[in-house]
């Protein structure tokens, strides 16, 4: 009988502590973009993208970009990817590049346009590609992250990546992941410490509640 009873309360409490968890999983909310505290290119993730941009606010394309090509050739020459991964890119590029072929307005697929090509050293046909999705959606804070990397570190234009940081922070100002990006080209590219602490002390007047950049700016205070 003792063992029974033992049994029976076991399973209750599996049972609570399963619905608990679940509880707790399905309340966290997904972000509707990919913001990392690293410099990477990020992706348009949970938002509808077609002919709108994050904002939801659609503008007319800017005529003095020209739509990039869209039968680039793809060349995984350079890239350190198995046969497997290059099928699949090849793949993927071909969907965006038809599906942009039928509707040029599509500012998401311009953005996974660009991280594809970049994916496999593609980084001119990477730069078109965000060039123009800053173009058409003057107002969005992916493309010109996205180029401020692909300037900053592959490219190696700090000009234009300084100028494409500045304005993905002055298009979306409460994204922390903006200022800790900047922060760190300023310090890994540019070698400039005053900058690097300058930009996070500029995210924290308008979130002065992130723990992200502050533990950045004592990071950097700590150590210069």
């Known amino acids: 009988?003792?063992?029974?009873?033992?049994?029976?309360?076991?399973?209750?409490?599996?049972?609570?502590?399963?619905?608990?968890?679940?509880?707790?999983?399905?309340s966290v909310a997904p972000s509707p973009i990919?913001?990392?505290?690293?410099?990477?290119?990020?992706?348009?993730?949970?938002?509808?993208?077609t002919g709108t941009s994050p904002k939801g606010t659609a503008q007319p394309p800017n005529t003095s970009v020209p739509i990039p090509d869209l039968n680039r050739p793809i060349d995984f020459s350079g890239?350190?990817?198995?046969?497997?991964?290059?099928?699949k890119a090849r793949e993927s590029v071909?969907?965006?590049?038809?599906?942009?072929?039928?509707?040029?307005?599509?500012?998401?697929?311009?953005?996974?346009?660009?991280?594809?090509r970049s994916s496999y050293g593609d980084?001119?046909?990477?730069?078109?590609?965000?060039?123009?999705?800053?173009?058409?959606?003057?107002?969005?804070?992916v493309s010109f992250g996205n180029l401020g990397f692909l300037y900053g570190y592959q490219l190696h234009d700090s000009v234009k990546a300084e100028k494409n940081y500045l304005q993905a922070i002055g298009n979306d100002a409460a994204l922390s992941y903006l200022y800790l990006q900047t922060s760190e080209f300023y310090?890994?590219?540019?070698?400039?410490?005053?900058?690097a602490?300058?930009?996070?002390?500029?995210?924290?007047?308008?979130?002065?509640?992130?723990?992200?950049?502050q533990s950045a700016l004592n990071a950097l205070s700590s150590t210069h």
């Open 1 to 26: 009988m003792v063992k029974i009873i033992t049994g029976i309360l076991f399973i209750i409490g599996c049972a609570l502590f399963g619905y608990y968890i679940w509880n707790d999983l399905s």
């Open 34 to 49: 990919s913001p990392t505290p690293t410099s990477t290119p990020v992706s348009v993730i949970g938002v509808e993208t």
């Open 79 to 87: 890239a350190t990817m198995s046969l497997n991964i290059q099928k």
């Open 94 to 116: 071909l969907s965006l590049e038809s599906a942009l072929k039928g509707n040029s307005d599509d500012f998401g697929s311009w953005i996974d346009l660009g991280l594809e």
């Open 123 to 141: 980084y001119e046909g990477a730069r078109q590609a965000w060039e123009y999705a800053s173009a058409i959606r003057p107002k969005n804070s």
């Open 187 to 195: 310090r890994d590219v540019l070698k400039d410490t005053a900058k």
């Open 197 to 213: 602490k300058g930009i996070l002390q500029q995210g924290l007047i308008r979130l002065p509640n992130s723990p992200e950049l």
